[in-house]
């Protein structure tokens, strides 16, 4: 009984420490060191209608994004009304606060966004692992200890998905719908470990 | 040469600021008495609006637009349509919100603030608004406009509005502008279009 036991314990002690990669993926040899995300990377500003859902709640608005140089953007939320509930200038190392409302004052929730604006902005990754897939080529990068896979359409030789994952799980993946090279016209970024889920759509006045 | 530059400075700053003229206090007694009696003869409004966003870092600013009705003693409803559909409602002290079909309701009466803000948007829309305790008002016209600036008092309101503006249409008692101006002096600008008064509103109207 007592060998059964910790057979178990083993079974379920290597299942948790199996190292996580997306399905499906055969791993190949690196050709470029670094991967780019084209999107963002024009002058003009982009602005998104904005849902965000956050344990239940709701919140929309509008989020405007603006590249300042290769490695900075100015991004901003308002609310449907127009007042401006977070102002940020998001640089390479740092997250420069210009104007945040009281309530969203919260440490975690301006690091959460923080981490989700880099994902979709930061333009420049350098690459650790590259795979290929029926239909794909996704890149691997690491930042501190986390894996970003990026999944590039063969077919449209473009970028549609983004997963963030920790050594063993998948923790927030970002879906994205190209308009083209440098504009998404829609993207969901929905997180796994924690109930947020922010979804980005073209602000079009019909 | 270095004079000179600062005399066009100063003579472009003065023209500038000599648009808006401050009212004289008989200016202003008139003001208030006529807007106070024409908004007393106002029942209904309903109107259309467009809505300006603007942030110092954008070249343009955000449009919006929708709808807006309002009907005597303090029943409002924003609907903006394009490009999404928001609702917000305000009627007997509560708020109802109808986010693209996700509804909510806030109990303006338990919330100081939403009081606050629900009292300026009625009082904004009516131009009932010149014996507010908690804004210092002041008053100033241009040739197409009388305009009233109200600042707020109390911190908990002055940590989201800097500035109100009120645009009147000469002869007329309901704005037809409003600016919002933030701390960060980013503002809203709401422009009213094709206004009617006192066309028949039906109450089923203020819901979510």
């Known amino acids: 009984m007592m060998r059964f036991f910790l057979i178990s314990l083993l079974f379920v002690g290597f299942s948790a420490c199996k190292t996580y990669y997306p399905a499906g993926v055969i791993r190949t040899e690196i050709s470029d060191s670094t991967y780019q995300n084209t999107y963002f990377?024009?002058?003009?500003?982009?602005?998104?209608?904005?849902?965000?859902?956050?344990?239940?709640?709701?919140?929309?608005?509008?989020?405007?994004?603006?590249?300042?140089?290769d490695n900075t953007h100015r991004v901003a939320l308002t609310s449907a009304f127009g007042n401006t509930l977070l102002d940020v200038i998001i640089a390479e190392n740092e997250m420069k606060v210009?104007?945040?409302?009281?309530?969203?004052?919260?440490?975690?929730?301006?690091?959460?966004?923080?981490?989700?604006f880099r994902m979709i902005l930061t333009q420049h990754h350098l690459i650790q692992e590259k795979f290929v897939t029926g239909?794909?080529?996704?890149?691997?990068?690491?930042?501190?200890?986390?894996?970003?896979?990026?999944?590039?359409?063969?077919?449209?030789?473009?970028?549609?998905?983004?997963?963030?994952?920790s050594k063993s799980k998948e923790k927030v993946k970002v879906n994205i719908t190209p308009k083209s090279?440098?504009?998404?016209?829609?993207?969901?970024?929905?997180?796994?470990n924690i109930k947020l889920r922010i979804e980005l759509s073209e602000y079009r006045i019909e | 040469m270095k004079n000179i530059g600062l005399l066009i400075l100063l003579l472009l700053t003065q023209s500038l600021f000599a648009q808006d003229k401050k009212m004289t206090a008989s200016e202003i007694s008139h003001f208030k008495t006529t807007t106070e009696k024409g908004t007393k003869s106002i029942k209904?409004?309903?109107?259309?609006?467009?809505?300006?966003?603007?942030?110092?870092?954008?070249?343009?600013?955000?449009?919006s637009n929708g709808k807006m009705i309002f009907k005597t003693p303090s029943s409002l409803n924003w609907k903006y349509i394009n490009p999404y559909q928001y609702s917000i409602t305000f009627k007997n002290n509560k708020i109802y919100i109808n986010d693209q079909g996700n509804k909510s309701t806030v109990n303006a009466g338990n919330n100081k603030m939403f009081e606050r803000i629900n009292k300026l948007i009625v009082g904004t829309v009516s131009g009932n608004m010149f014996d507010d305790k908690e804004f210092?008002?002041?008053?100033?016209?241009?040739?197409?406009?009388?305009?009233?600036?109200?600042?707020?008092?109390?911190?908990?309101?002055?940590?989201?509005?800097?500035?109100?503006?009120?645009?009147?249409?000469?002869?007329?008692?309901?704005?037809?502008?409003?600016?919002?101006?933030?701390?960060?002096?980013?503002?809203?600008?709401?422009?009213?279009?094709?206004?009617?008064?006192?066309?028949?509103?039906?109450?089923?109207?203020?819901?979510?």
């Open chain 1, 98 to 116: 210009k104007y945040v409302m009281d309530d969203l004052n919260r440490k975690f929730l301006l690091k959460t966004l923080e981490a989700d």
């Open chain 1, 41 to 69: 990377s024009g002058d003009s500003a982009y602005l998104y209608k904005t849902q965000v859902d956050v344990y239940g709640n709701q919140l929309s608005g509008v989020l405007v994004i603006k590249k300042i140089d």
């Open chain 2, 44 to 63: 209904t409004i309903k109107t259309d609006f467009i809505q300006y966003k603007h942030l110092d870092f954008l070249e343009k600013d955000i449009e």
């Open chain 2, 136 to 208: 210092v008002i002041e008053y100033y016209k241009n040739k197409d406009y009388n305009i009233a600036k109200l600042t707020p008092k109390e911190s908990a309101l002055k940590k989201y509005i800097k500035h109100v503006y009120l645009y009147f249409p000469p002869n007329e008692s309901v704005v037809s502008k409003v600016k919002l101006i933030e701390p960060s002096d980013d503002y809203t600008l709401i422009i009213f279009k094709n206004k009617v008064v006192n066309v028949p509103i039906d109450d089923a109207l203020f819901s979510n």
């Open chain 1, 181 to 192: 090279r440098t504009f998404a016209e829609n993207i969901v970024i929905q997180h796994y």
């Open chain 1, 135 to 165: 239909q794909d080529t996704v890149y691997k990068s690491k930042i501190k200890k986390e894996f970003y896979y990026f999944f590039n359409s063969n077919k449209t030789n473009q970028l549609y998905q983004i997963s963030l994952a």
